[in-house]
């Protein structure tokens, strides 16, 4: 029973202090608690030793409830004899009440914080990450043990390191907000995960502790816009191709007609006797001319004005085909070229001239790069199969291709090289010929660190199945007379076919337009009539119809 209490014990208990000394302890205590006080009370009676700092809940005499931090003590008399208890309390509701609205409210913004659908995190003045949400942590594949103590910018791609610096030192030091930062994180596996950034200063009265971030995961939009670019580029590539396609034509009809006398008649002349040196100046003329036509029918299947001619293909003999062509400009650039060609290699069905093309093409770009660079270089060739195709990759030692220009390279005219060193069209015809075939051609490159051109082609059939060609019996033809009518508007192209004609000894008629000839086929009967496509007036084609 209670024998003495001070006025603050009452004033706390609401009770008088006669009212006091007539009651047990245990009535202002709470019943859930009488238990543990107890406890209490004999654990100080056993060892003689003060306790304090505990808590236990009190009721007063209007039946509210609050809060005790006790001290309970021996109470002994001049003998040191225990004759009681002596002990203390205050009342501590409000701090508790306090404190459990800070709990509530802790554990409030952890939910909002970690349940949050964007990333939340925060670092220290130094960089260091001090908290990241479930969110982030999830996005990153890493957990908080990994991730929280560590620099921010361990978790920044490379490239975008020193921006993220210089936008984390503004807002450290000049307290700015930014909520313009996109930026590549890297997951654990290692992929690019791609966020939009908003970062604003932590502060601890007027000093700056910190950094709090917000992070929007936006790697979808990224991809989605990706592709996109992708298809724009694709269907500004084949317009672009379509219009260069249609000025290839064109120019190639105007250089074929006269080329085609040029030829002619050359061969006309090497079937003479000739001096020798008037022999080999003819000889040359029919060679470059030659050339000029294999450039022409490259402009023609460029436009899609020619059929390629199809036919099971090795791309191992033509890569080594296309080096022995190359060999010698290779040498005396100093190129080494190394070879790695898969001797299991399936088969694809192509056309030689039109995939040899394609590769010169692409050895006589990384020559020129490596020469320009530092006169000379190495080439790697490689032949592969993966699952579905054939790859082939040109890997050079060059100067590299700057990033921007990554997508532009296939583009028609486009090109980094001074005036009068290149076109810009030979890439965009490469391109266009793999994809006539089905295929795929891309380049890899960092600036400074080389470039790879890797053409992809569909496997057609393997090696082993490949039918066995069977030799055809010759044949004879028959020798026959006949008349012929030739229609053309390019005079060089008329005479050359008629003189070549009358030689096989056939009977051959002339003209230079589609109308005459029209009259004369109504007059006369032809076994052959060779007929120009495109000339003033009514065309070859109109004049076949009727």
Request: glycine share 8%.
């Amino acid at each position: 029973n209670m024998t003495f209490a001070n006025d603050a014990t009452c004033r706390t208990l609401g009770y008088t202090h006669e009212e006091l000394m007539e009651m047990n302890y245990r009535v202002f205590i709470a019943e859930e608690h009488r238990e543990t006080l107890y406890h209490s009370f004999n654990t100080v009676y056993q060892t003689g030793k003060m306790l304090k700092g505990v808590s236990y809940d009190i009721v007063r005499k209007n039946g509210s409830r609050g809060t005790g931090e006790f001290a309970i003590s021996l109470r002994r008399n001049e003998r040191g004899e225990t004759i009681g208890f002596r002990w203390s309390f205050r009342d501590i509701t409000e701090r508790k009440k306090a404190e459990e609205a800070l709990r509530r409210s802790e554990q409030k913004y952890q939910e909002l914080v970690e349940g949050a659908s964007v990333g939340i995190g925060t670092a220290d003045a130094h960089g260091l990450i001090t908290f990241v949400n479930q969110t982030l942590r999830q996005a990153l594949g890493y957990s908080e043990e990994e991730i929280e103590g560590k620099p921010v910018m361990d978790f920044v791609h490379p490239d975008d390191r020193p921006r993220m610096t210089r936008g984390f030192i503004d807002v450290v030091r000049d307290g700015k907000t930014r909520d313009d930062f996109e930026f590549r994180a890297i997951h654990k596996d290692g992929h690019a995960v791609h966020f939009q950034l908003g970062v604003t200063q932590l502060k601890e009265g007027e000093q700056t502790t910190g950094t709090i971030s917000v992070l929007t995961d936006v790697t979808e939009r990224v991809r989605a816009e990706e592709e996109r670019k992708e298809l724009e580029f694709k269907a500004q590539m084949a317009s672009r191709l379509a219009t260069v396609g249609e000025m290839a034509a064109g120019i190639a009809h105007e250089i074929n007609n006269p080329l085609t006398g040029v030829i002619g008649y050359a061969q006309f002349l090497m079937q003479e006797e000739l001096p020798d040196r008037v022999k080999k100046d003819v000889e040359m003329i029919n060679e470059g001319a030659q050339r000029v036509a294999g450039i022409v029918k490259r402009l023609l299947a460029f436009a899609r004005q020619t059929k390629p001619q199809r036919d099971f293909v090795n791309i191992n003999d033509i890569i080594s085909t296309t080096l022995d062509l190359r060999a010698y400009h290779l040498k005396t650039s100093n190129i080494k070229v190394t070879t790695q060609l898969d001797p299991d290699l399936p088969i694809t069905v192509g056309d030689g001239g039109q995939l040899q093309q394609v590769f010169l093409n692409l050895i006589i770009n990384a020559e020129a790069e490596m020469k320009a660079a530092h006169g000379k270089g190495k080439l790697l060739i490689k032949t592969e199969k993966t699952k579905d195709n054939i790859r082939i990759s040109f890997k050079d030692d060059g100067p590299g291709i700057a990033r921007e220009n990554l997508e532009k390279i296939f583009n028609p005219f486009f090109t980094t090289r001074q005036v009068g060193e290149g076109t810009g069209l030979g890439l965009s015809i490469c391109y266009g010929i793999v994809t006539e075939h089905g295929g795929k051609i891309w380049a890899e490159s960092k600036a400074g660190k080389g470039a790879t051109f890797i053409v992809e082609l569909p496997i057609i059939i393997e090696p082993e199945q490949l039918p066995l060609a069977e030799t055809p019996e010759p044949e004879t033809p028959a020798a026959s007379k006949a008349r012929i009518l030739v229609v053309d508007d390019e005079a060089t192209v008329r005479e050359l076919l008629k003189r070549t004609l009358e030689e096989e000894g056939h009977e051959v008629e002339c003209v230079d337009n589609a109308e005459d000839a029209l009259e004369l086929v109504q007059k006369k009967r032809y076994r052959l009539i060779l007929l120009d496509i495109k000339m003033p007036g009514m065309s070859g084609t109109e004049l076949y119809r009727r």
